[in-house]
C-alpha cells in the first residue's frame, strides 16, 4: 500500500533572538518528516497555500507532490512561495527516508559518498576595516577546502575608485595571510561599473572566486562580467526562474540554495544540468543539511557545500541530531530522515 500525506503542521519552537523559529512537519502511515527552522512567514505561505494541496499526495512520488505544489503556486515568484516549496519537498524527503528506512542519501544514491568536503565562509567579518591576521590563520588551521570572506561595497562612499581600491587592498592582505587563494562575496553591493573599477585594482586571477556582486539577478549584466572575473552566482536562482540562461553563463561556481530552488526534488535536476555543461556546483550554506545529503549522492558534481562559521553551529542546536564537522569534512549520518528534525519535537 502506498502511503499518502495525511497531515501538514507547522510548529514554532523557541529559538534566540533574530533566529528562524519554525518548522513544517508532513505526516504519512504514522511517520512525521521535517524540515525548519524556517521564518514564520514561509511557515504561514505553508499552512495557507500549500497544506491542503498535499493532502492524499503519495510519499514516494517526488516529481508528482513538486508538480501539485507548484500548480498551488499559481505562478507566484515571490522568494516566500519558492522557499515555502522547498521547504515541503525537503520535509517530503525526510518522510520519504524515514518510511524506507535509510538516509536521503541513500534515496538519492545507490552508493553515496559517505564524507562530505565543505568550504567555510564568514561573511560577518568585515576584512576592509583591518585585517584580523589570528582569526584568518585559525580559520585557514581547520582543514576546510578554502575559505570565503566578505567583500561588502560601503554604501557611504562618494569615491567609488578609492573605495575599489580598498577592496583590492583587502583581497590581497587576506591571500598573504592564508597564502593560497580565497572566495569572496559582495553580498549584492555592487553594480558593473563597481566591479570594473575593482578588476583595474587586481588581478582576477588572484581570487578564487567573486560572488553575488550586483543586487539583481541581471543575466546580461553577469554575462559580461564573467568574462573578466571568475563569477560565482546562483543563490537567488528561484522555483520558477530560468536556470538556462543562469547555467549559461561562464561560471566558476554555481551557488544553488537546495531550499530557496525549490527543494531537493529541483536540486537533483538543477546539479544534473550543471554537470552536463561543465559547471562546478557549490551549494549554499543557507540550506546545508539537504545540501550535505546531496553532495553525498553527486561527488562528482560537487565538489564541496558551503559551512557557515557564525551561523550553521547555533543552526545545528536547534535540531535533535547536530552535525558537527571535522577537519573540514562531514560525515553523512547512516541513520533514515535528512537530519532536520527539531530537538524540542
Given at each position: 500500500?502506498?502511503?499518502?500525506?495525511?497531515?501538514?503542521?507547522?510548529?514554532?519552537?523557541?529559538?534566540?533572538?533574530?533566529?528562524?523559529?519554525?518548522?513544517?512537519?508532513?505526516?504519512?502511515?504514522?511517520?512525521?518528516?521535517?524540515?525548519?527552522?524556517?521564518?514564520?512567514?514561509?511557515?504561514?505561505?505553508?499552512?495557507?497555500?500549500?497544506?491542503?494541496?498535499?493532502?492524499?499526495?503519495?510519499?514516494?512520488?517526488?516529481?508528482?507532490?513538486?508538480?501539485?505544489?507548484?500548480?498551488?503556486?499559481?505562478?507566484?515568484?515571490?522568494?516566500?512561495?519558492?522557499w515555502a516549496v522547498g521547504v515541503m519537498d525537503c520535509a517530503a524527503w525526510d518522510l520519504r527516508s524515514r518510511l524506507a528506512q535509510v538516509s536521503v542519501a541513500n534515496l538519492l544514491a545507490a552508493t553515496p559518498q559517505?564524507?562530505?568536503?565543505?568550504?567555510?565562509?564568514?561573511?560577518?567579518?568585515?576584512?576592509?576595516?583591518?585585517?584580523?591576521?589570528?582569526?584568518?590563520?585559525?580559520?585557514?588551521?581547520?582543514?576546510?577546502?578554502?575559505?570565503?570572506?566578505?567583500?561588502?561595497?560601503?554604501?557611504?562612499?562618494?569615491?567609488?575608485?578609492?573605495?575599489?581600491?580598498?577592496?583590492?587592498?583587502?583581497?590581497?592582505?587576506?591571500?598573504?595571510?592564508?597564502?593560497?587563494e580565497a572566495a569572496f562575496d559582495a553580498v549584492f553591493t555592487w553594480d558593473p561599473d563597481f566591479a570594473c573599477l575593482f578588476l583595474d585594482e587586481l588581478d582576477s586571477t588572484s581570487i578564487r572566486w567573486l560572488e553575488d556582486p550586483l543586487p539583481q539577478c541581471d543575466v546580461q549584466a553577469y554575462g559580461a562580467l564573467a568574462m573578466t572575473v571568475p563569477l560565482a552566482v546562483g543563490e537567488r536562482l528561484l522555483l520558477?526562474?530560468?536556470?538556462?540562461?543562469?547555467?549559461?553563463?561562464?561560471?566558476?561556481?554555481?551557488?544553488?540554495?537546495?531550499?530557496?530552488?525549490?527543494?531537493?526534488?529541483?536540486?537533483?535536476?538543477?546539479?544534473?544540468?550543471?554537470?552536463?555543461?561543465?559547471?562546478?556546483?557549490?551549494?549554499?550554506?543557507?540550506?546545508?543539511?539537504?545540501?550535505?545529503?546531496?553532495?553525498?549522492?553527486?561527488?562528482?558534481?560537487?565538489?564541496?557545500?558551503?559551512?557557515?562559521?557564525?551561523?550553521?553551529?547555533?543552526?545545528?542546536?536547534?535540531?535533535?541530531?547536530?552535525?558537527?564537522?571535522?577537519?573540514?569534512?562531514?560525515?553523512?549520518?547512516?541513520?533514515?530522515?535528512?537530519?532536520?528534525?527539531?530537538?524540542?519535537?
Amino acid at each position: 500500500m502506498v502511503a499518502k500525506i495525511r497531515d501538514v503542521r507547522v510548529v514554532t519552537t523557541e529559538a534566540p533572538s533574530g533566529e528562524d523559529d519554525t518548522f513544517v512537519a508532513l505526516q504519512a502511515a504514522e511517520t512525521i518528516g521535517w524540515y525548519g527552522p524556517v521564518t514564520a512567514e514561509i511557515g504561514r505561505y505553508v499552512e495557507a497555500i500549500l497544506a491542503q494541496p498535499a493532502l492524499g499526495e503519495p510519499v514516494n512520488d517526488p516529481q508528482r507532490l513538486q508538480a501539485a505544489l507548484r500548480t498551488a503556486t499559481r505562478a507566484d515568484t515571490s522568494v516566500v512561495a519558492s522557499w515555502a516549496v522547498g521547504v515541503m519537498d525537503c520535509a517530503a524527503w525526510d518522510l520519504r527516508s524515514r518510511l524506507a528506512q535509510v538516509s536521503v542519501a541513500n534515496l538519492l544514491a545507490a552508493t553515496p559518498q559517505r564524507r562530505v568536503p565543505l568550504y567555510a565562509s564568514w561573511l560577518s567579518l568585515d576584512i576592509t576595516k583591518g585585517i584580523p591576521v589570528a582569526a584568518i590563520k585559525r580559520v585557514n588551521r581547520d582543514g576546510w577546502q578554502f575559505t570565503k570572506w566578505s567583500l561588502r561595497k560601503d554604501p557611504a562612499t562618494d569615491d567609488r575608485k578609492a573605495e575599489a581600491g580598498r577592496l583590492a587592498a583587502a583581497v590581497r592582505a587576506v591571500k598573504t595571510v592564508l597564502r593560497r587563494e580565497a572566495a569572496f562575496d559582495a553580498v549584492f553591493t555592487w553594480d558593473p561599473d563597481f566591479a570594473c573599477l575593482f578588476l583595474d585594482e587586481l588581478d582576477s586571477t588572484s581570487i578564487r572566486w567573486l560572488e553575488d556582486p550586483l543586487p539583481q539577478c541581471d543575466v546580461q549584466a553577469y554575462g559580461a562580467l564573467a568574462m573578466t572575473v571568475p563569477l560565482a552566482v546562483g543563490e537567488r536562482l528561484l522555483l520558477h526562474a530560468d536556470s538556462e540562461a543562469m547555467l549559461g553563463l561562464k561560471l566558476q561556481a554555481f551557488t544553488l540554495d537546495v531550499v530557496a530552488c525549490g527543494g531537493l526534488t529541483r536540486a537533483v535536476d538543477l546539479v544534473t544540468a550543471a554537470h552536463t555543461l561543465g559547471v562546478p556546483v557549490y551549494p549554499h550554506g543557507r540550506s546545508f543539511v539537504p545540501a550535505v545529503h546531496l553532495a553525498a549522492a553527486f561527488p562528482d558534481a560537487i565538489a564541496a557545500v558551503e559551512y557557515r562559521l557564525q551561523w550553521e553551529p547555533v543552526r545545528q542546536q536547534r535540531y535533535a541530531r547536530p552535525w558537527l564537522p571535522t577537519q573540514g569534512v562531514i560525515t553523512v549520518p547512516r541513520s533514515p530522515g535528512l537530519g532536520a528534525a527539531p530537538r524540542s519535537c
